[in-house]
């Protein structure tokens, strides 16, 4: 971003990025008269209110359309403000409008029945302080209407609609991604073209994204913050209500917000089409259409006992033919399957041990056109804890989770790597550990790097993509308050931190800003190794947090109750005096009169030695509840023993 657009937003809204992909000013064109009734174009029209051209507008729903609100407001600031709603009769929508030169537009138009919007945003504007033509962005995050049409109008520039993504709320915005983006509309452009639909050229157009002052995500009312800045794009004045368009990972055009007005000469605020947003479609679609075609919601996931992944959720459509549905894994969606109409749930068979996968459900029409939104997307990583990351590290002894957009794997070089992740997006490497101890690991990474992060310029100490040490959520933080993190081309290093005393989360997670995509744009770790404190007298090795209730767990040892050392209570084995350790071994005192003093560590588990008999006992995993019922084998005298507890 520019230095003088930071200083222009400076004092009213909080900027996160680096380096805008869009030099100079990208201008709208007309367009091509051929492609006016093809999609996405053929969706957009143009808005009059008393006869004479003010906005633009897109179908957005079957005979409903999206503005931004001011286009249908009128605000007065000579002899103190004023605002007045215009009554839907002084409005006219013109389909697919393409007539040069007309700044009182004529030809077939349609009157809306009724407006549906945010009351407050009127209040919003008589309070802001910024003057015409420069509100404040918890304003514009107001600025956006919806309108219909009356039931008996049935043309078809009205009824077929672009298809809406509706970003979920807390989720990074398409808008933000690097995806390809047009923006079509009527600017007010004082010649020849004046009433010709423009459109920008399609490309990686970047969108800011930003929170109101005193928080990143709600404005003042607690709603989402759904405001977006484009730099380097114009519309010219009279662009407002403009659809912005974006490409799907499907290929397919999607309309994600509308242009809410310019911000000087190079730039523009775009409000997203988020959940609040589609809540008022959905006001509009419920009295105008009864349901036709309805978006799906309550969209669940979860894993069943042989580990199948189970989708349900609730259909409200009563026309569809049918249902896709939509799986993200490593990077994008794609389609998985076609399901037959009023169907409620899909069991996927296909899915792996130990990834995360994203889904999203869609109603279908018999020619595949206008379509309600996908539903909001449900994540789930399905179990085995990662199993593959011990493998890879030879670490069969701990415990090794992963989060994000998508899961850590074995690259050709046995190397962990993390998941194919897009702009903002992130990929995590978990590990979870009782303290105190050091943890020695090496690491790499090849990614796109700030050159100025250490220099004095205006992105110094900007970090681009890069592989971050987390400690329980946090950046950990070294060697005079900067970030454990790699950046560029580097490693493999080695790195030792110390973790203190008490349960802990470490995590390797590889985040991506929103710009660009270079070298192999990963992380990478190729060896972990955990060293229990010596100090410590009381370690299960590899010991973690199971819940909050004072369980704890080890992938050898299984579950134990901590909250009275140096006895825990094993699930099954029962009360254990924890005497100390021997590396990663353990040795105590059971309360099992057929054990007694003993020794184990995670090698010899479920073996345990009697060191003042000299024998050995074999521990039937799984068996006993605290001490009853457990089934031994004892090498001594060849017997099996089940414990009375």
Same mark, same amino acid.
């Given at each position: ?6 200083? !222009?937003? @400076? ?48 179908? =957005? ?39 040069? /030169? ?14 549906? &919007? ?7 504007? *008589? ?10 962005? %918890?304003?514009?995050? *107001? ?44 600017? %007010? ?26 928080? %990143?995500? +709600? ?19 009279? /662009? ?10 499907? /290929?397919?055009? =999607? ?10 000469? $190079? ?31 309550? *969209? ?37 399957? !076609? ?8 069991? %996927? ?40 990351? &011990? ?35 992130? @990929? ?38 890069? +592989?971050?040490?987390?400690?329980? /959520?946090?950046?950990?933080?070294? $060697? ?5 993190? *790699? ?120 073996? +345990?030695?009697?060191?003042? !008999? ?13 001490? @009853? ?17």
């Amino acid at each position: 971003m520019t230095r003088l657009l930071r200083q !222009t937003l @400076s004092a009213v809204v909080v900027i996160t990025g680096c380096v805008p992909l869009v030099q100079g000013t990208i201008l709208p064109a007309p367009v091509d008269e051929g492609q006016i009734e093809q999609a996405p174009y053929s969706f957009n029209g143009l808005i009059a209110t008393n006869g004479v051209a003010a906005g633009s507008a897109s179908m =957005v729903g079957k005979g409903i359309f999206a503005i931004a609100a001011h286009v249908v407001s009128e605000t007065t600031y000579q002899d103190g403000k004023q605002f007045r709603w215009m009554l839907p009769s002084e409005v006219r929508y013109f389909p697919a409008y393409n007539t040069a /030169g007309e700044a009182n537009p004529t030809g077939p138009n349609f009157t809306p029945a009724a407006f549906y &919007r945010w009351e407050s945003y009127s209040a919003r504007v *008589l309070a802001d302080t910024s003057g015409p033509g420069l509100t404040l962005p %918890d304003t514009k995050n *107001l600025d956006f209407v919806v309108g219909r049409f009356s039931n008996t109008a049935t043309a078809s520039s009205i009824v077929n609609h672009a298809e809406v993504n509706v970003d979920s709320e807390f989720e990074v915005s398409i808008l933000r991604d690097r995806r390809e983006k047009t923006i079509i509309g009527y600017p %007010d452009i004082p010649n020849e073209e004046q009433g010709l639909m423009h459109a920008t050229i399609p490309g990686d157009y970047f969108c800011w994204w930003h929170g109101t002052e005193g928080s %990143d995500e +709600l404005d003042p009312e607690g709603r989402w913050d759904a405001i977006y800045l484009f730099e380097g794009v114009s519309t010219y004045a009279g /662009g407002s209500g403009g659809p912005i368009y974006v490409k799907d990972d499907l /290929g397919n055009w =999607v309309m994600s917000g509308i242009v809410s007005s310019k911000l000087g000469s $190079n730039g523009m605020f775009v409000r997203g089409f988020d959940e609040a947003a589609w809540e008022l479609v959905e006001q509009a679609d419920f009295i105008r259409n009864q349901g036709a075609m309805r978006r799906v919601d309550n *969209l669940t996931a979860s894993l069943d006992e042989e580990g199948k992944l189970v989708l349900e959720w609730t259909d409200h459509s009563s026309e569809e033919v049918g249902y896709k549905v939509f799986r993200h894994f490593n990077g994008i969606y794609e389609e998985i399957v !076609t399901l037959p109409a009023d169907r409620e749930f899909f069991i %996927d068979y296909t899915v792996l041990p130990g990834h995360i996968y994203h889904y999203r459900v869609q109603p279908i029409t018999a020619d595949g056109n206008n379509l309600p939104p996908k539903s909001a997307e449900v994540r789930v990583a399905t179990s085995n804890s990662l199993g593959v990351a &011990r493998e890879a590290l030879g670490q069969p002894w701990l415990q090794f989770t992963s989060d994000g957009d998508s899961t850590w794997f074995i690259d050709d070089q046995n190397r962990l790597r993390s998941g194919k992740v897009r702009s903002l997006g992130s @990929s995590s490497l978990i590990f979870e550990i009782i303290g105190p101890g050091t943890l020695d690991f090496e690491w790499s990474v090849s990614s796109e790097v700030n050159p100025f992060y250490s220099e004095d310029h205006e992105d110094a100490g900007i970090i681009f993509d890069a +592989l971050y040490l987390y400690l329980d /959520g946090e950046v950990m933080i070294q $060697n005079n308050e900067q970030p454990v993190f *790699l950046s560029g081309i580097v490693g493999p290093e080695a790195r030792q931190v110390t973790i203190p005393q008490g349960a802990h989360v470490l995590e390797w997670r590889y985040e991506k800003d929103p710009y660009t995509d270079e070298h192999d744009d990963a992380g990478y770790l190729s060896a972990v190794n955990w060293i229990p404190d010596a100090t410590d007298p009381y370690p299960v090795y590899g010991g973690y947090l199971a819940n909050a209730s004072g369980w704890h767990a080890a992938e050898w040892f299984g579950f134990y109750y901590s909250e009275q050392w140096p006895w825990i209570l094993h699930e099954q084995l029962g009360w254990m005096h924890v005497l100390g350790n021997a590396g990663s071994g353990l040795y105590g005192y059971s309360e099992l009169e057929e054990i007694g003093y003993y020794y184990t560590s995670p090698e010899l588990f479920p073996f +345990l030695y009697l060191p003042e !008999t000299g024998n050995w006992l074999y521990y039937y995993l799984d068996t006993g509840y605290r001490g @009853s019922g457990v089934w031994l084998w004892d090498f001594a005298s060849d017997t099996l023993i089940r414990t009375s507890g």
